[in-house]
């Protein structure tokens, strides 16, 4: 398992595990009021239309349009209101010629009227007649059924994320329960001999566990479930047997190398054993990230990432969080928080390479300056100071200070 | 309770709320594995220096610096091997002159190094001996105790919502347990008589809640807990007695009106028999959403939100979100997820009032397209459908096709 042979970028490097990753995303029933942030498996179509019954979009009165023909201040139309139109309920009356009823702002028209004449355009003469005084044409301040949703129409696609408004679209229509993807299972492993948990005293020459907790949140944002397996020295071994286990109980495997060249080689050997095809990519042109592994086992995806904190993060976000999206089908992206920021001063960036810059977010009058976070050893506190990271593309050789930039929020 | 007789700009009125309502966040302590999204409620402080130990940043040779000076390729320095640095554990050796130690990235200095030598610039010679090909100075290659962090530093503000790199940084320095805000409680009031729970059968004239689910997944997405106290009919008695109960059990009540002219009546008088000081503004000049109350009822916010769906939405992104970041303790907001995108067609709006448009995004190559989503009687679905909502500030006469807007993402 020699790294770096050959180093593809990496848009190229997710293109080929998803490719043969090929996955089928795994659905399940579950409850709409649950359904935040779920994925649908199946486009929704409506059961009904919308709206179910010819409604007034206004408080007034519903009229036969023509019996208000020529109507006007001078000259007012005298109609007969025959009865109020119950909220929630079907009027119990129908209109003759001559006759209005009273309406409300989502009433339901009652039989024989076609349109509704605004209260503001309307004069009490006695309790039961009423002076219009201006004329309305047919359905004018009416929604008619299936106006906004016709009956048997997609309303929503499969492969969406669930927001506020598809929930409340979905019960718009009586839907309760709906198909969506499974929240894919993600097992987390760590690896270094140098790494304790955070509950244990640190003796000298340890460090803390960072990435099982920040590559757990990182799952939870993008939809799916952590499984950690805890920190796994860094012996071929006891790395095989946990990974083995973490493969057969999840979707994903991601497990993040110890510091050093020869952690990193552990890695990749233990990968490339856990079944066939293997590794895929030993090795991505990206900084911070390089000692990327993508590989493929018995049809799950296991990722390796570095063992540093902030490339762990970078690449999970890079690849990750793709493959987590891939497995709950999604397929319909809303566009990912970008903000377009003037960066603050010059990136330098070698050519062919791929490099995420951490920056901070500062608001002024002109807009957003995007302000770049420096720290020595990429420690985990450069990305907890910013807002999110700015891409220099490989082609570049950096970026100079005044260029406008798109800051990808994290 | 007469409605609109001062129209607020949707900035002044949240103001209003805000400074009159003046509320203390609740804290909490919880673990840290759970406070993805959470605030804190006090700055966080590095309990101990990171790193804790001086470490190397390459794979290669600790080293004392003096010794390698004049080094080159041609005239190498030649050292004892005396070790290697084991990962996580104090090295049992310290280094004389002219001696140096194996180290791997991450690893401790062993007492009497102040340097180290990338492996790339050494030759082994003999098991126990190294060829040194490269000057190096005082800490080169190494990190100091306290570089990154020092002890007593301000890692993490007060009021900070947290992001997996937040959660890191917290277990980098041992932090299994945090002081946050509170989550607010949320109470949600559907009314309307036309208004009916989704499981049950639909009669003509009737239509489903849409507003008790779009506001809860909303609620949720802003940190707070929702609390559903169903749909409650148009009369004063019955939806006094409901929202009084809200306000006694939870932080901010939220009333979604019915959707003519009178239920809404009914909702501000409501409103302000709930406590003093009552109302404090019924009406904000802003489209969807003009029939706004705004209240603080003994202390607890009370908003009422027009019945439309969509306007129940957008507004209260304007009004209840911002309450609910505020009960949090939320200070130092991340940047909202902004697009800049150029608009498809010219938009229209009444100068005076700020309008809030639906608008799907399309990924161009030369950068995105707004394109507004209209819908006749702004169903739910108008919002389904859309990325996100582009404001047309109070100021202006509309928006010019080819403009650049901002499109603030739902």
């Known amino acids: 398992m020699p790294e770096f042979l050959e180093l593809l970028m990496p848009e190229e490097a997710l293109h080929k595990l998803l490719e043969t990753l090929s996955p089928t ?11 935040l942030g779920r994925v649908t498996a199946s486009p929704v179509f409506a059961p009904f239309p919308l709206p179910t019954f010819a409604r007034s979009t206004v408080d ?12 006007s201040e ?30 409300h702002t989502g009433g339901m028209l009652p039989a024989g009227a076609d349109a509704v004449v605004m209260v503001e355009y309307t004069q009490a003469v006695r309790p039961e007649e009423v002076e219009i005084l201006r004329a309305v044409a047919v359905v004018e301040n009416v929604l008619k059924v299936g106006e906004d949703v016709s009956i048997g129409q997609e309303v929503i696609p499969a492969g969406v994320r669930l927001r506020p408004a598809e929930i409340g679209g979905l019960m718009a229509l009586g839907i309760t329960r709906l198909s969506v993807g499974r929240q894919p299972l993600v097992g987390i492993l760590s690896s270094g001999d140098e790494v304790v948990p955070p509950e244990q005293e640190l003796s000298p020459g340890q460090v803390y566990d960072v990435n099982s907790y920040s590559l757990s949140a990182l799952v939870q944002t993008a939809g799916g479930v952590p499984l950690c397996y805890g920190i796994v020295p860094d012996r071929a071994e006891a790395l095989r047997a946990t990974a083995v286990k973490a493969l057969a109980e999840c979707d994903l495997v991601v497990i993040t190398a110890g510091s050093s060249a020869s952690a990193r080689d552990l890695t990749a ?16 042109d990206v900084r911070p990230g390089k000692p990327t592994i993508l590989a493929v086992c018995n049809g799950k995806a296991v990722i390796g990432l570095p063992g540093n904190p902030v490339s762990a993060l970078v690449i999970a976000s890079l690849f990750v969080v793709p493959v987590i999206e891939v497995l709950q089908g999604l397929s319909w992206a809303h566009p990912k928080s970008v903000i377009t920021a003037r960066l603050s001063l010059n990136l330098p960036s070698q050519t062919g390479r ?9 608001h002024k009058m002109e807009g957003y300056i995007a302000e770049p976070v420096f720290g020595k050893s990429n420690l985990i506190f450069t990305l907890a ?8 593309p490989p082609a570049a050789t950096g970026l100079d200070a005044g260029e406008i930039v798109e800051v990808f929020l994290i």
């Open 354 to 362: 791929e490099d995420w810059v951490a920056v901070r977010l500062l």
């Open 269 to 284: 050997t233990v990968i490339q054993d856990l079944g066939p095809p293997g590794v895929l990519v030993h090795g991505v």
């Open 25 to 35: 995303p795994q659905v399940e029933e579950i409850e709409t009021i649950l359904a």
């Open 74 to 103: 001078s000259l007012p139309a005298y109609l007969k209101v025959i009865g109020e139109v119950p909220m929630g309920a079907s009027p119990a009356f129908s209109l003759s010629v001559g006759q209005c009823a009273l309406i």
């Open 385 to 392: 100071r910013a807002d999110g990271l700015v891409r220099i």
């Open 60 to 71: 007034g009165f519903a009229v036969r349009a023509a019996d208000t023909y020529g109507a």
